[in-house]
């Protein structure tokens, strides 16, 4: 009986954190070798016109408070160690966005000496934005699509 009350109890706080984390995920971005394309689409997305923050999201600097890891750009072997790094930082459940077909793949820097690869070669991703640079639509469509997948199963 008491375990009955403990599981009801935590399957409330679990959904009422879920709940929470997809109503007002925290964002930082991280541009692990970019050519800063995709990045100045990332900041038209959460310009008025595009308004992504109506979906809660709120870009923030510390990794220690986010949510997401919106990462950008190929992984350059000189700035993989700093990705991991933030990425160990931030607080579990934690999901990662790879944007852009540099970060998907590497892109047009893939085979480059300097190239550690996509994002997926350093760390485990949630949701991919291809294009070269995404439109803000695709962004928006990648994040709630996140969003959506970690809306607990019904039934
Ligand atoms: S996907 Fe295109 S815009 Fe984005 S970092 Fe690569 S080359 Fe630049």
Redo the contacts with the bound molecule.
């Keep these: 009986m008491e375990n009955t009350k403990i599981n009801a109890w935590e399957k409330t706080l679990n959904g009422l954190k879920t709940w929470a984390r997809i109503n007002s995920p925290w964002v930082i971005h991280y541009n692990s070798g ?5 990045d100045i689409e990332i900041l038209a997305t959460l310009t008025p016109r595009y308004d992504l923050e109506r979906f809660g999201v709120k870009l923030q600097g510390s990794p220690r408070h986010a949510d997401i890891l919106l990462c ?3 992984v350059t072997r000189q700035s993989r160690d700093r990705l991991l790094r933030i990425y160990e930082q931030m607080p579990e459940p934690k999901f990662v966005v790879a944007l ?4 998907l793949s590497g ?2 820097f893939h085979g480059s000496y300097n190239i550690a690869g996509g994002v997926d070669e350093v760390l485990p991703v949630s949701a991919y934005i291809p ?3 995404p439109r803000p639509e695709a962004i928006i469509q990648g994040v709630v699509a996140l969003l959506n997948s970690l809306k607990e199963p019904k039934g």
């Design positions: 970019s050519c800063n394309g995709c950008t750009g190929p852009g077909s540099c970060g892109g047009v294009g070269c640079p």
